[in-house]
T-cell receptor
Framework: AQSVTQLDSQVPVFEEAPVELRCNYS??????LFWYVQYPNQGLQLLLK??????LVKGINGFEAEFNKSQTSFHLRKPSVHISDTAEYFC??????????FGKGTSLLVTP | KAGVTQTPRYLIKTRGQQVTLSCSPI?????VSWYQQTPGQGLQFLFE???????NKGNFPGRFSGRQFSNSRSEMNVSTLELGDSALYLC?????????????FGSGTRLTVV
């Protein structure tokens, strides 16, 4: 079985500051890793994914994530956030294409 | 290009009733997956359909069922509704089977059971 832990339920940050949203996972098999974002009253939007290869993955809207196999982590980063980045962020793992197993989410609140 | 369309957006049902939710995937996408989102349990996988066949199923009781039509549109049905079924039901489509393609999610159907 797989599990996903998003270490922070809420992350407040000032506009133009850097941010890191942390995600750890456990799995007995190889997994694909994802970050999704959910804006209020909307569905989820794919930010980025790691399937294989380079451990640094670049996504949309300036986000990137780094896969660390030894620490079983997949932290999401952005060097400078905007007000419009305020949303709920979900980390998810998928054992080789099977269904997504989501974390509980991290609420990112960007203030001026 | 039209996104994933879920209808209706909101539903209010009474305990014991049944409900059918609809999902139209992005044109050309052949895979549809359903997820339930609640404040307590978060996002949980219900089922995945590909080319009209159920490919995977999550850990939900048999009251939850689904199907996919030849045009890739999908429906999910919940019978004998319980208060705990109140949730946002999200549909996601992708070009092929499996999560590696990345899902495109609809805005969801918010079901309230009273």
């Amino acid at each position: 079985a797989q599990s996903v832990t998003q270490l922070d339920s809420q992350v407040p940050v000032f506009e133009e500051a850097p941010v890191e949203l942390r995600c750890n996972y456990s799995s007995s098999v190889s997994v694909y890793l994802f970050w999704y974002v959910q804006y209020p009253n909307q569905g989820l939007q794919l930010l980025l994914k790691y399937l294989s290869g380079s451990t640094l993955v670049k996504g949309i809207n300036g986000f990137e994530a780094e896969f660390n196999k030894s620490q079983t982590s997949f932290h999401l980063r952005k060097p400078s956030v905007h007000i419009s980045d305020t949303a709920e962020y979900f980390c998810a793992v998928s054992p080789l294409g099977y269904a997504l197993n989501f974390g509980k989410g991290t609420s990112l609140l960007v203030t001026p | 290009k039209a996104g994933v369309t879920q209808t209706p957006r909101y539903l209010i049902k009474t305990r014991g009733q049944q409900v059918t939710l609809s999902c139209s995937p992005i044109s050309g996408h052949r895979s549809v997956s359903w997820y339930q989102q609640t404040p307590g349990q978060g996002l949980q996988f219900l089922f995945e359909y590909f080319s009209e066949t159920q490919r995977n199923k999550g850990n939900f009781p048999g009251r939850f069922s689904g199907r996919q039509f030849s045009n890739s549109r999908s429906e999910m049905n919940v019978s004998t509704l319980e208060l705990g079924d109140s949730a946002l039901y999200l549909c996601a489509s992708s070009p092929g089977a499996g999560t590696e393609y990345g899902y495109t999610f609809g805005s969801g159907t918010r079901l309230t059971v009273v």
